[in-house]
Protein backbone atom coordinates (compact mmCIF):
# COMPACT_ATOMS: atom_id res chain seq x y z
CA UNK A 1 0.00 0.00 0.00
CA UNK A 2 1.42 3.42 -1.40
CA UNK A 3 -1.67 5.83 -0.10
CA UNK A 4 -3.16 5.62 -3.30
CA UNK A 5 -5.87 3.68 -1.31
CA UNK A 6 -6.72 7.04 -0.30
CA UNK A 7 -7.15 8.57 -3.72
CA UNK A 8 -11.53 8.02 -4.14
CA UNK A 9 -12.85 10.33 -6.85
CA UNK A 10 -13.82 12.59 -4.59
CA UNK A 11 -10.27 12.62 -2.70
CA UNK A 12 -8.78 13.40 -6.00
CA UNK A 13 -10.84 16.12 -7.27
CA UNK A 14 -10.28 17.87 -3.15
CA UNK A 15 -6.49 17.56 -4.44
CA UNK A 16 -6.68 19.39 -7.48
CA UNK A 17 -8.06 21.84 -5.97
CA UNK A 18 -11.29 21.66 -7.36
CA UNK A 19 -14.28 23.91 -5.63
CA UNK A 20 -15.09 21.99 -2.18
CA UNK A 21 -18.59 23.63 -2.18
CA UNK A 22 -19.12 22.14 -6.12
CA UNK A 23 -18.33 18.98 -5.31
CA UNK A 24 -20.79 18.67 -2.21
CA UNK A 25 -23.52 20.28 -4.31
CA UNK A 26 -22.95 17.80 -6.89
CA UNK A 27 -22.95 14.85 -4.38
CA UNK A 28 -26.00 16.46 -2.73
CA UNK A 29 -27.23 16.21 -6.13
CA UNK A 30 -26.76 12.71 -6.46
CA UNK A 31 -28.12 11.62 -3.07
CA UNK A 32 -31.37 13.59 -4.30
CA UNK A 33 -31.48 11.58 -7.56
CA UNK A 34 -30.90 8.03 -5.41
CA UNK A 35 -33.50 9.13 -3.56
CA UNK A 36 -36.29 10.32 -5.62
CA UNK A 37 -35.51 7.51 -7.32
CA UNK A 38 -36.38 5.08 -4.57
CA UNK A 39 -32.50 3.98 -3.86
CA UNK A 40 -32.56 2.42 -0.18
CA UNK A 41 -29.42 0.96 1.78
CA UNK A 42 -27.78 4.22 2.67
CA UNK A 43 -29.35 7.57 4.43
CA UNK A 44 -30.57 9.53 1.94
CA UNK A 45 -33.99 11.23 3.86
CA UNK A 46 -35.19 14.96 3.52
CA UNK A 47 -33.40 15.39 6.86
CA UNK A 48 -29.78 14.33 5.84
CA UNK A 49 -30.43 16.05 2.21
CA UNK A 50 -31.11 19.01 4.56
CA UNK A 51 -27.62 18.61 6.54
CA UNK A 52 -25.56 17.90 3.74
CA UNK A 53 -27.17 20.73 1.65
CA UNK A 54 -26.46 23.13 4.41
CA UNK A 55 -22.71 22.63 4.13
CA UNK A 56 -21.79 23.97 1.44
CA UNK A 57 -23.37 27.41 2.53
CA UNK A 58 -22.82 27.08 6.44
CA UNK A 59 -20.01 29.92 6.24
CA UNK A 60 -21.14 33.50 5.77
CA UNK A 61 -24.04 33.51 4.16
CA UNK A 62 -24.17 37.24 5.22
CA UNK A 63 -21.74 38.08 2.10
CA UNK A 64 -23.59 36.46 -0.27
CA UNK A 65 -24.31 38.19 -3.46
CA UNK A 66 -27.94 37.66 -4.91
CA UNK A 67 -25.83 36.71 -8.54
CA UNK A 68 -24.59 33.80 -6.24
CA UNK A 69 -27.96 32.36 -4.99
CA UNK A 70 -29.21 32.68 -8.47
CA UNK A 71 -26.30 30.40 -9.81
CA UNK A 72 -26.61 28.30 -6.87
CA UNK A 73 -30.36 28.12 -7.23
CA UNK A 74 -29.67 26.30 -11.19
CA UNK A 75 -31.73 25.39 -13.41
CA UNK A 76 -33.84 24.26 -9.85
CA UNK A 77 -35.90 21.05 -9.68
CA UNK A 78 -36.14 20.51 -6.09
CA UNK A 79 -39.63 19.97 -6.03
CA UNK A 80 -42.03 19.15 -9.11
CA UNK A 81 -42.83 22.78 -10.39
CA UNK A 82 -40.48 22.62 -12.59
CA UNK A 83 -41.79 20.15 -14.74
CA UNK A 84 -44.85 23.01 -15.65
CA UNK A 85 -42.82 25.95 -15.47
CA UNK A 86 -41.14 27.90 -18.32
CA UNK A 87 -38.97 30.46 -16.18
CA UNK A 88 -37.54 30.21 -12.85
CA UNK A 89 -39.00 33.97 -11.56
CA UNK A 90 -36.24 35.01 -9.31
CA UNK A 91 -36.89 38.18 -8.82
CA UNK A 92 -36.43 42.02 -9.78
CA UNK A 93 -35.37 45.52 -8.70
CA UNK A 94 -32.34 46.83 -6.34
CA UNK A 95 -30.18 44.47 -5.11
CA UNK A 96 -29.54 46.82 -2.17
CA UNK A 97 -33.61 48.14 -1.65
CA UNK A 98 -34.41 49.10 1.63
CA UNK A 99 -38.02 47.99 0.62
CA UNK A 100 -38.90 44.58 -0.93
CA UNK A 101 -42.03 43.43 -1.33
CA UNK A 102 -42.71 39.36 -1.38
CA UNK A 103 -45.79 37.99 -3.31
CA UNK A 104 -47.13 34.71 -3.31
CA UNK A 105 -46.33 33.16 -6.54
CA UNK A 106 -45.58 33.45 -10.50
CA UNK A 107 -48.92 33.28 -12.56
CA UNK A 108 -49.16 32.93 -15.70
CA UNK A 109 -47.77 36.66 -17.23
CA UNK A 110 -44.62 35.94 -14.55
CA UNK A 111 -44.02 32.61 -15.90
CA UNK A 112 -43.73 33.70 -19.58
CA UNK A 113 -41.26 36.34 -19.02
CA UNK A 114 -39.00 35.13 -15.75
CA UNK A 115 -40.06 38.72 -14.13
CA UNK A 116 -42.27 38.98 -11.51
CA UNK A 117 -45.20 40.77 -11.20
CA UNK A 118 -46.20 41.92 -14.48
CA UNK A 119 -49.80 40.80 -15.17
CA UNK A 120 -52.78 42.35 -14.24
CA UNK A 121 -51.96 42.59 -10.19
CA UNK A 122 -48.74 43.48 -11.25
CA UNK A 123 -49.58 46.57 -13.20
CA UNK A 124 -51.78 47.43 -9.66
CA UNK A 125 -48.67 46.69 -7.41
CA UNK A 126 -46.43 49.29 -9.63
CA UNK A 127 -48.88 51.94 -8.90
CA UNK A 128 -49.18 51.48 -5.58
CA UNK A 129 -45.17 51.73 -5.60
CA UNK A 130 -45.82 54.46 -7.40
CA UNK A 131 -48.13 56.28 -4.68
CA UNK A 132 -45.40 55.76 -1.81
CA UNK A 133 -43.13 57.58 -4.26
CA UNK A 134 -41.32 54.65 -5.29
CA UNK A 135 -40.26 52.91 -8.94
CA UNK A 136 -39.83 49.43 -9.21
CA UNK A 137 -36.40 49.62 -9.62
CA UNK A 138 -36.06 51.28 -6.58
CA UNK A 139 -37.37 48.20 -4.74
CA UNK A 140 -37.03 44.23 -4.59
CA UNK A 141 -39.95 42.10 -5.70
CA UNK A 142 -39.84 38.22 -5.55
CA UNK A 143 -42.11 35.76 -4.10
CA UNK A 144 -42.21 33.24 -1.67
CA UNK A 145 -42.49 30.63 -4.50
CA UNK A 146 -40.32 30.95 -7.81
CA UNK A 147 -42.27 28.93 -10.20
CA UNK A 148 -45.59 28.89 -11.05
CA UNK A 149 -47.99 26.15 -9.62
CA UNK A 150 -50.36 24.59 -12.66
CA UNK A 151 -53.13 26.17 -12.84
CA UNK A 152 -52.38 29.15 -10.50
CA UNK A 153 -52.86 26.87 -7.85
CA UNK A 154 -51.90 27.58 -4.07
CA UNK A 155 -48.39 26.69 -3.37
CA UNK A 156 -48.29 23.01 -1.75
CA UNK A 157 -46.35 23.05 1.93
CA UNK A 158 -43.66 20.81 -0.06
CA UNK A 159 -42.74 23.51 -2.49
CA UNK A 160 -42.99 26.03 -0.03
CA UNK A 161 -40.01 24.20 2.21
CA UNK A 162 -37.87 23.91 -0.87
CA UNK A 163 -37.76 27.38 -2.20
CA UNK A 164 -38.42 29.48 0.99
CA UNK A 165 -34.60 28.67 2.16
CA UNK A 166 -33.63 30.87 -1.22
CA UNK A 167 -35.75 33.71 -0.55
CA UNK A 168 -34.47 33.65 2.88
CA UNK A 169 -30.86 33.94 1.42
CA UNK A 170 -31.79 36.85 -0.93
CA UNK A 171 -33.65 38.62 2.46
CA UNK A 172 -30.09 38.30 4.14
CA UNK A 173 -28.26 39.68 0.96
CA UNK A 174 -30.45 42.67 0.33
CA UNK A 175 -30.74 43.08 4.03
CA UNK A 176 -33.87 45.54 3.68
CA UNK A 177 -35.30 48.14 6.19
CA UNK A 178 -38.83 46.29 5.32
CA UNK A 179 -40.35 43.57 3.81
CA UNK A 180 -43.96 44.40 2.48
CA UNK A 181 -45.99 40.76 2.46
CA UNK A 182 -48.09 40.62 0.21
CA UNK A 183 -51.31 38.49 1.21
CA UNK A 184 -51.82 35.42 3.25
CA UNK A 185 -49.16 33.43 2.13
CA UNK A 186 -46.50 36.00 1.83
CA UNK A 187 -47.19 36.66 5.11
CA UNK A 188 -47.91 33.48 6.69
CA UNK A 189 -45.12 31.89 5.56
CA UNK A 190 -42.51 34.70 6.28
CA UNK A 191 -44.28 35.03 10.31
CA UNK A 192 -44.72 31.51 10.24
CA UNK A 193 -48.09 31.66 11.34
CA UNK A 194 -51.60 30.63 10.60
CA UNK A 195 -53.08 33.75 11.21
CA UNK A 196 -55.45 35.74 8.75
CA UNK A 197 -54.05 38.10 6.68
CA UNK A 198 -57.07 40.45 7.90
CA UNK A 199 -55.52 40.18 11.52
CA UNK A 200 -51.52 39.97 10.54
CA UNK A 201 -52.00 43.11 8.25
CA UNK A 202 -51.72 46.97 9.08
CA UNK A 203 -49.03 46.48 11.34
CA UNK A 204 -45.28 45.84 11.77
CA UNK A 205 -44.31 42.37 12.72
CA UNK A 206 -40.56 40.69 12.87
CA UNK A 207 -38.95 38.88 11.21
CA UNK A 208 -35.16 37.95 11.52
CA UNK A 209 -34.56 41.91 12.54
CA UNK A 210 -36.65 43.10 9.71
CA UNK A 211 -39.75 44.85 10.29
CA UNK A 212 -42.47 43.07 7.87
CA UNK A 213 -45.72 44.63 7.49
CA UNK A 214 -48.40 42.31 5.90
CA UNK A 215 -51.04 43.70 3.22
CA UNK A 216 -53.58 42.59 1.39
CA UNK A 217 -52.25 40.83 -2.11
CA UNK A 218 -52.94 43.44 -5.23
CA UNK A 219 -54.83 40.08 -6.95
CA UNK A 220 -57.36 40.46 -4.36
CA UNK A 221 -58.04 44.24 -4.58
CA UNK A 222 -58.16 43.93 -8.16
CA UNK A 223 -61.58 41.49 -6.59
CA UNK A 224 -62.50 43.80 -4.16
CA UNK A 225 -61.51 47.48 -4.54
CA UNK A 226 -62.99 48.56 -1.39
CA UNK A 227 -60.16 46.89 0.14
CA UNK A 228 -57.97 49.48 -1.50
CA UNK A 229 -58.43 51.97 1.13
CA UNK A 230 -57.30 50.40 3.85
CA UNK A 231 -54.08 49.15 1.69
CA UNK A 232 -53.28 52.95 1.23
CA UNK A 233 -53.29 53.33 5.27
CA UNK A 234 -50.97 50.65 5.33
CA UNK A 235 -49.03 52.41 2.74
CA UNK A 236 -48.64 55.35 4.72
CA UNK A 237 -47.57 53.28 7.79
CA UNK A 238 -44.92 51.97 5.39
CA UNK A 239 -43.77 55.73 4.39
CA UNK A 240 -43.40 56.87 7.90
CA UNK A 241 -41.37 53.41 8.91
CA UNK A 242 -38.99 54.63 5.77
CA UNK A 243 -38.91 57.92 6.93
CA UNK A 244 -39.94 59.13 3.43
N1 LIG B 1 -48.96 37.17 -7.89
C1 LIG B 1 -47.91 36.96 -7.08
O1 LIG B 1 -48.07 36.66 -5.89
N2 LIG B 1 -46.68 37.10 -7.58
C2 LIG B 1 -46.45 37.44 -8.84
O2 LIG B 1 -45.30 37.54 -9.23
C3 LIG B 1 -47.56 37.66 -9.67
C4 LIG B 1 -48.80 37.51 -9.17
Avoid at 12 to 38: A, H, P, V
Avoid at 69 to 77: K, P, T
Avoid at 148 to 173: M, S
Avoid at 202 to 216: K, S
Wanted: hydrophobic letters at 35%; charged letters at 30%.
Amino acid sequence: MDGHYLQTPILRQMSYKIDFDTTLEELCETFRFLSENGCHGFDCSKESLNIMESWGHKEDLSSETLDMIRIDLGECRRCRLWESRKNIVFGAGDFHARLVFVGEGPGYDEDQKGEPFIGAAGRLLTKIIEAINYTRDQVYICNIIKCRPPGNRNPLPDEIEACFPYLKRQLVAIKPDIICALGTFAAQTLLETKQPISKLKGRFHDYNGIRVLPTYHPAYLLRNPDKKRDVWEDMKKLMKALGD
